[in-house]
């Protein structure tokens, strides 16, 4: 009788290796890959997978959905591919078959998958949020943002920190975002949130509620104290006085009592400050002269001066 033994064996470890390949598999899609050559995606039901063509991968699963991932493999040598063992990468004819497609055994290649951190399992990215700048005045607020990636949602902002009867400003898709807000309630704090997706709605995001607040409208009239001429000689003097706070300063210079503030100004200065000194020149020897002078705050209330006069001497 003959003995089958040594035939045996190889076919039995043959068989627990295929047997172990199949077990090791994951009940449901996860990433596989064929050495460099390239990265698909199949279902455990699948036996075989077939590469349709050199730049883009097709799988074909047992319930007839479709995965596809572009590949650029023409540049890749799969007889030099260390992660294929040495009798795959040997075999005659292997970039033959893989280029017209022929069916390859799904145990080989799940077991040289390769961790591929660029792998994408359903199309979706992270959404960032960067540049993120709040403004707001009395009655308006602005908010801007950029993504990472073409993003459309919507901005909805309320009075009440739950939301409720908000208000929604609708983004179109874009990476940069800028909304304004009008029509504020003044000294009121206003709360908003932002929901943004991809174009292709794989991806989205839902930030935090974040809070704004409008100024308070400024009514008040800034104080004028300490309103003097000093030093006063035959062709100059000089004016001074001090504001409650910061404002613009403007001066006018007259030879009557009645000062005409609907015309320029005699000497103006814009930038705002508490104390303001204005030095008057050019002025006539002996002269009588009337000032009045003016000052306007960041909220653009202004007070003006009551007629100050001085005479400048004689040589």
């Given amino acids: ?22 077990i090791a598999l994951p009940q449901s899609a996860s990433a596989i890959g064929f050495g460099n050559a390239l990265e698909v995606r199949a279902d455990v039901k699948d036996k075989k997978i ?19 991932t572009t590949e650029d493999d023409s540049d890749l040598d799969y007889k030099n591919d260390e992660n294929l063992p040495k009798g795959i990468r040997t075999a005659p004819g292997i970039e033959k078959r893989v280029e017209e497609g022929k069916w390859l055994p799904q145990g080989i290649l799940k077991f040289f998958d390769r961790d591929n951190d660029n792998d ?17 005045s009395t009655t308006s607020a602005n908010i801007y943002f950029k993504t990472n990636v073409e993003t459309k949602g919507a901005l909805t902002y309320s009075a009440s920190s739950s939301l409720s009867n908000a208000t ?67 062709d100059s003097a000089n004016v001074i006085w001090i504001t409650s706070e910061k404002t613009s300063s403007k001066v006018w210079v007259s030879a009557t009592s ?58």
């Fill in 168 to 234: 929604v400003v609708n983004l179109a898709l874009d990476d940069e975002h800028n909304v304004n807000l009008t029509n504020l309630e003044d000294d009121t704090v206003y709360y908003f949130q932002v929901k943004l997706e991809t174009a292709d709605g794989k991806s989205s995001y839902e930030s935090r509620v974040r809070a704004l607040s409008t100024s308070e409208v400024d009514v008040d009239l800034p104080k004028i104290n300490f309103f003097h001429t000093f030093s006063v000689q035959a």
């Fill in 1 to 22: 009788m003959k003995s089958y033994k040594n035939k045996l064996i190889p076919i039995l470890s043959l068989s627990a290796l295929a047997l172990v390949a199949i």
């Fill in 258 to 315: 009645s000062v005409d503030t609907t015309v320029a100004p005699t000497m103006q200065n814009a930038s705002g400050s508490y104390f303001h000194v204005f030095e008057l020149v050019d002025l006539e020897v002996g002269t009588d002269y009337y000032v009045k002078v003016s000052s306007t705050d960041s909220a653009d209330n202004t007070t003006f001066s009551e007629v100050l006069s001085f005479t400048t001497d004689t040589e």
């Fill in 120 to 136: 994408d399992d359903d199309g979706e990215v992270e959404i960032k949020i960067s540049d993120f700048k709040v403004s707001a």
């Fill in 50 to 68: 077939k590469v349709e063509n050199k730049n883009s991968v097709v799988v074909k699963t047992t319930d007839s959905q479709t995965a596809t």
